[in-house]
């Protein structure tokens, strides 16, 4: 069954360091997201693309956050200047149609220390 | 403003015993209702999905669901509990003016030998 790959599982950064959380879809999925999960709290809509370009973004989705189709097949995620309040889960997810039938990977946590 | 809500933040139940995890919506329209479970160190897993048809909605796992529109709710159910089914459960409903998820806290499920 496809997969959505996610790299690395975990990542620990100090705080004020660039990270970049890296995804691969499922490849004929058109639909891209990033969720994230603050340990012991609810999953968050991020940000979702289409097109090569984000179609949705969420409150979260500040300055702070960029993503990127850099090469047809990853969907990666960077948090510049990371706090520590960063620290969570995070999530890809991918899918056929928007907003239907995604599929998540295994996520990344991000430990900012 | 829409929202889920998963009134039980864990569930107890005997193997062999029928399982109800509960989770109830507010939205404005037709929800796309989802059930997702989560194990330890691992992703989001997809179980089942309402958007139109049958109330009654038949997922992976042996794992099922009724929509309720009158009591908008949408509790996931098992006739028979493994101890495998052990994990993390997270209702979600697609946002109408969007295609995010919204998310309940999500419902330890710990199934006893």
């Known amino acids: 069954e496809p997969e959505v790959t996610q790299t690395p599982s975990h990542q620990v950064t100090q705080m004020g360091q660039e990270v970049i959380l890296r995804c691969v879809p499922i490849?004929?999925?058109?639909?891209f997201y990033w969720y994230r999960q603050i340990l012991g709290q609810k999953v968050e809509f991020l940000v979702s693309?289409?097109?090569?370009?984000?179609?949705?973004k969420s409150e979260i989705f500040d300055d702070q956050f960029s993503v990127e189709r850099p090469d047809g097949s990853n969907f990666t995620l960077k948090i510049r200047s990371t706090k520590l309040e960063d620290s969570a889960m995070y999530f890809c997810?991918?899918?056929?149609?928007?907003?239907?039938?995604?599929?998540f990977g295994s996520g990344t946590r991000l430990t900012v220390v | 403003a829409q929202s889920v809500a998963q009134p039980e933040d864990q569930v107890n139940v005997a193997e062999g015993n029928p399982l109800t995890v509960k989770c109830t919506y507010s939205?404005?329209?037709?929800?796309?209702l989802f059930w997702y479970v989560q194990y330890p160190n691992r992703g989001l897993q997809f179980l089942l999905k309402?958007?139109?048809?049958d109330n009654l909605v038949k997922g992976s796992y042996g794992f099922e669901a009724e929509f309720n529109k009158s009591q908008t709710s949408f509790h996931l159910k098992k006739p028979s509990a493994l101890v495998s089914d052990s994990a993390l459960y997270f209702c979600?409903?697609?946002?109408?003016?969007?295609?995010?998820?919204?998310w309940g806290a999500g419902t330890k499920l710990i199934i006893k030998p």
């Open positions: 979600a409903v697609r946002d109408v003016n969007s295609y995010q998820l919204i």
């Open positions: 693309f289409y097109n090569n370009e984000i179609s949705e």
């Open positions: 997810a991918s899918s056929v149609r928007q907003g239907v039938g995604y599929t």
């Open positions: 490849s004929n999925h058109l639909y």
């Open positions: 939205v404005s329209g037709n929800p796309y």
């Open positions: 309402y958007i139109t048809g």
